[in-house]
């Protein structure tokens, strides 16, 4: 009944909207921080591999692959993450804050949230994962004030007719062509 409400209902989309105004906002302004000023995650990278998550009861990494990616990929590529970061912290932030691909936003900014604590970061993550949540949760819902609105339609009617090119009459698949 809750997640009906929440995904269907027209007052808990304008709750929705001033939440993900919130969450958009604390994301375009973490990304702009960092694409304007000089962000470089080396630091916080060799942070994480040097001073991982560990169980204190047997002293064993609690995210040993988690560590071993930002040890053997993410580090060799700091470039890479230097530029993927600020742009994606953005582009979250913008899609949540134009109700633009809203799910897609709110899915992309709880896995940077969940990236950020393996590596031991908590600061305003746990509040993020918790609010961005429940946007993904709400899915379309969330975007109903927003772009959204009018993307959505749009975007179904165009995998429909994509999907029905692709169907017999009776709804199974047409064999590839050679």
């Known amino acids: 009944m809750m997640m009906k409400f929440l995904r269907e209902n027209v007052y ?3 709750v929705l909207l ?30 994480a591999v040097t001073k991982p998550i560990v169980d204190k009861a047997t002293n064993e990494l609690v995210y040993p692959t988690f560590t071993a990616f930002l040890e053997h990929f993410a580090l060799p590529n700091a470039k890479l993450f230097n530029f993927i970061i600020p742009l994606g912290e953005t582009l979250v932030g913008l899609g949540l804050i134009l109700g633009c691909l ?30 961005g949540g429940i946007l993904f949760l709400a899915g379309a819902n969330a975007g109903r004030f927003g772009v959204d609105f009018y993307l959505m339609p ?3 009617r165009l995998l429909h007719k994509k999907n029905w090119h692709n169907k017999n009459v009776d709804g199974t698949p047409t064999p590839a062509h050679t």
């Open 12 to 14: 808990a989309a304008a």
């Open 18 to 47: 001033l939440l993900r105004l919130y969450v958009g906002y604390e994301w375009i302004t973490a990304g702009w921080h960092k694409l304007t000023g000089g962000f470089d995650a080396t630091g916080f990278i060799k942070n």
């Open 102 to 131: 809203t799910t897609a936003a709110a899915f992309f900014g709880l896995l940077m949230n969940f990236m950020f604590l393996f590596a031991g970061t908590v600061s305003t993550n746990p509040w993020l994962i918790l609010l």
């Open 154 to 156: 749009y975007l179904r």
